[in-house]
């Protein structure tokens, strides 16, 4: 599996896209990756593209073990880390409900949630935009 992280709109939200096989271990490593980008602080709402996963090889345990992680960057803050997740395709979409609800069950102050649309995504993190493609920076990703 291979993801594409960038943190556009002037540091004002971070954008992950992920393709090809999805694993427990490959997403907790990437998870680290975002923490150790340049400008990146907790408070920053993440918005994840899953558009692109071909095969999702994660069960209860390691999305619980994901959960545990992005929730223990926000145990002590009195902010709430939002996380939305853009899953189009059914399968996708169901593991991205049990992250958003093992995540909100974990103690932190991470809050995420799975929808079918870009416009969905967006209006959920107070973004304008309808798509991604008018998201500052969206360039750059698309270029990548």
Same mark, same amino acid.
């Given at each position: 599996?291979? +993801?594409?992280?960038?943190?556009?709109?002037?540091? @004002?939200?971070?954008?992950?896209?992920?393709?090809?096989?999805?694993?427990?271990?490959?997403?907790?490593?990437?998870?680290? *990756? +975002?923490? *150790?980008?340049?400008?990146?602080?907790?408070?920053?709402?993440?918005? +994840?593209?899953?558009?692109?996963?071909?095969?999702?090889?994660?069960?209860? *345990?390691?999305?619980? @073990?994901?959960?545990?992680?992005? *929730?223990?960057?926000?145990?002590?803050?009195?902010?709430?880390?939002?996380?939305?997740?853009?899953?189009?395709?059914?399968?996708?979409?169901?593991?991205?409900?049990?992250?958003?609800?093992?995540?909100?069950?974990?103690?932190?102050?991470? +809050?995420?949630?799975?929808?079918?649309?870009?416009?969905?995504?967006?209006?959920?993190?107070?973004?304008?935009?309808?798509?991604?493609?008018?998201?500052?920076?969206?360039?750059?990703?698309?270029?990548?």
């Amino acid at each position: 599996m291979t +993801v594409q992280t960038r943190i556009i709109d002037h540091g @004002r939200l971070i954008f992950l896209r992920f393709t090809g096989v999805q694993t427990a271990a490959s997403v907790e490593k990437d998870i680290q *990756n +975002v923490r *150790n980008l340049i400008g990146f602080r907790p408070d920053i709402p993440e918005l +994840v593209d899953l558009s692109d996963i071909t095969e999702d090889n994660i069960d209860y *345990n390691g999305m619980r @073990r994901l959960a545990r992680i992005v *929730n223990d960057q926000s145990l002590d803050c009195d902010f709430k880390k939002r996380i939305a997740l853009y899953a189009p395709h059914e399968s996708t979409f169901g593991s991205a409900r049990m992250f958003s609800t093992l995540t909100e069950l974990e103690e932190g102050n991470t +809050v995420s949630q799975a929808f079918h649309t870009p416009e969905e995504a967006l209006a959920w993190l107070g973004r304008s935009e309808t798509r991604f493609e008018d998201l500052p920076d969206y360039d750059l990703i698309a270029a990548e």
